[in-house]
C-alpha cells in the first residue's frame, strides 16, 4: 500500500481561468475513515475553489481540533494554514482577518468543536460578521472519543451503539440567522452537485457566510436510526431550492425550470440564482428563514439549500470602520503620526 499521491495528471485537462489546474488546489491523502463525509467536503472545497478560480496563496484555512479540523491538510496543499486548539477557530481567524483583510478566510468546524467547546466563539464571530467561509462538518457524534453524542445530534436519534439522545439539539443554522450572519445554507456531503455552488457562493458573499454540513460518520454514527446517516438524510431532506452560482467574469445564464426564479446579487456584482417552488419560502426574508426551518423540524425533514441571504450585508471592517489598508502593512509612521494628530483626536471628544 502507498500514501503517495500521483503526481501525474492527463495533459489535456484545462486550468481555470486563472492559470491554475485542479491539483493546484489538493492537499495530502486522507487519512480519515473510508467512506467519511468530510472527505466529499474536502473534494467540494478543491472544486469551488477552482472553478472560481481563486488564487492558492491569497487563501488562508483555519481549523480547530476533530475529524473535520484534520481535513485542511487534504485540500489548498498551497495555501496559508493554522489548526488551533479546541473550540478557537473563531479567534485565530479573527485576528488573522483584522491584520490582513486581503486574505480568502475558510474556516473549518465541526459540531463538537463549534456547538460545544467552542460555541462561544461561534456567536462572536458571527455577531462581528467576520468576513469568511465558516464550514460546519456536522456528524453529530464525536468521531475521535469512540461516538458521544454532540450538541447537534437530534433528540431521539439512536446511535450505533444502541443509545438514544435525550437532548434537545443545537440548530446551528437557525442560531446564525438570529445572529446575523449574511449567507446561511445547510447541505449534505453525499450532494456534491447541491455543496459545491453553496461553497462558492460562501466564498464570494460579503460578511459571514456559514454553512452546515450534516456529515456521517461511518463508524459510529451511520446506522438507519441515526438522523445524520446517509440513509436517513436521503429519505428525510427537503431543498428549499435549486440554484447555481455565477461569477461576475462569467457570462450570465439561466436555465431552469418554471417557477420563480430569482437574482440577488453579491457584493463583488457576482450573481446568485434562486429557484423557489410556488409555495417556498423567501430566503431573503430573516424572519421567514426561521420559521421555515421550525416547521421542516416538526414534520422531521432536513432543509437543505440556502436557508438565509442578506444581500446588504457589511462584514466587521465596514462596521468597525478600519483601515482599507491591512494592518501588518502599516508602518510606525502610520501607527504613530506624532502630538499633532493626537490633540486633533482629543479636541473631538472634549
Request: proline content about 5%; glycine content about 8%; some cysteine.
Amino acid at each position: 500500500m502507498t500514501f503517495s499521491r500521483p503526481t501525474f495528471r492527463h495533459p489535456d485537462l484545462p486550468p481555470n481561468s486563472a492559470g491554475f489546474r485542479r491539483q493546484d488546489y489538493e492537499g495530502a491523502i486522507s487519512t480519515l475513515c473510508a467512506g467519511c463525509g468530510h472527505d466529499s467536503i474536502s473534494n467540494a472545497i478543491i472544486q469551488a475553489c477552482f472553478e472560481l478560480a481563486l488564487p492558492p496563496h491569497r487563501i488562508a484555512k483555519i481549523s480547530g481540533i476533530g475529524c473535520s479540523s484534520k481535513t485542511p491538510a487534504y485540500y489548498l496543499g498551497k495555501s496559508h494554514g493554522f489548526n488551533s486548539v479546541h473550540g478557537r477557530m473563531p479567534a485565530i481567524a479573527t485576528g488573522a482577518n483584522m491584520a490582513n483583510r486581503d486574505l480568502i478566510y475558510l474556516g473549518v468546524s465541526g459540531d463538537g468543536d463549534t456547538a460545544s467547546i467552542g460555541m462561544g466563539q461561534f456567536v462572536h464571530a458571527i455577531r462581528r460578521n467576520l468576513h469568511m467561509l465558516y464550514i460546519v462538518m456536522n456528524n453529530g457524534c464525536y468521531g475521535l472519543t469512540k461516538g458521544q453524542y454532540s450538541a447537534t445530534a437530534d433528540k431521539g436519534s439512536k446511535s450505533r451503539k444502541g443509545g438514544v439522545n435525550v437532548l434537545e439539539s443545537i440548530d446551528l443554522c437557525e442560531l446564525a440567522i438570529q445572529l446575523g450572519a449574511g449567507f446561511v445554507a445547510r447541505s449534505f456531503s453525499g450532494d456534491k452537485q447541491q455543496l459545491v455552488p453553496l461553497l462558492k457562493t460562501g466564498l464570494s458573499h460579503s460578511g459571514l457566510s456559514f454553512i452546515d454540513v450534516i456529515s456521517p460518520c461511518v463508524t459510529f454514527n451511520n446506522n438507519p436510526e441515526s438522523t445524520k446517516s446517509y440513509h436517513w438524510v436521503r429519505e428525510h431532506s427537503e431543498a428549499t431550492n435549486t440554484f447555481d452560482f455565477v461569477p461576475f467574469r462569467q457570462t450570465i445564464t439561466t436555465d431552469y425550470p418554471d417557477g420563480a426564479t430569482k437574482a440577488v446579487t453579491l457584493h463583488d456584482n457576482s450573481i446568485i440564482y434562486l429557484h423557489k417552488p410556488p409555495e417556498g419560502a423567501d430566503v431573503t426574508d430573516r424572519r421567514q428563514a426561521i420559521d421555515n426551518l421550525e416547521d421542516h423540524k416538526v414534520k422531521g425533514v432536513v432543509l437543505t439549500g440556502v436557508l438565509y441571504i442578506n444581500p446588504e450585508s457589511t462584514d466587521t471592517h465596514e462596521i468597525l470602520h478600519t483601515t482599507k489598508r491591512p494592518l501588518n502593512s502599516l508602518t510606525k509612521t502610520d501607527l504613530c503620526p506624532g502630538s499633532t494628530a493626537l490633540k486633533a483626536i482629543n479636541a473631538r471628544f472634549r
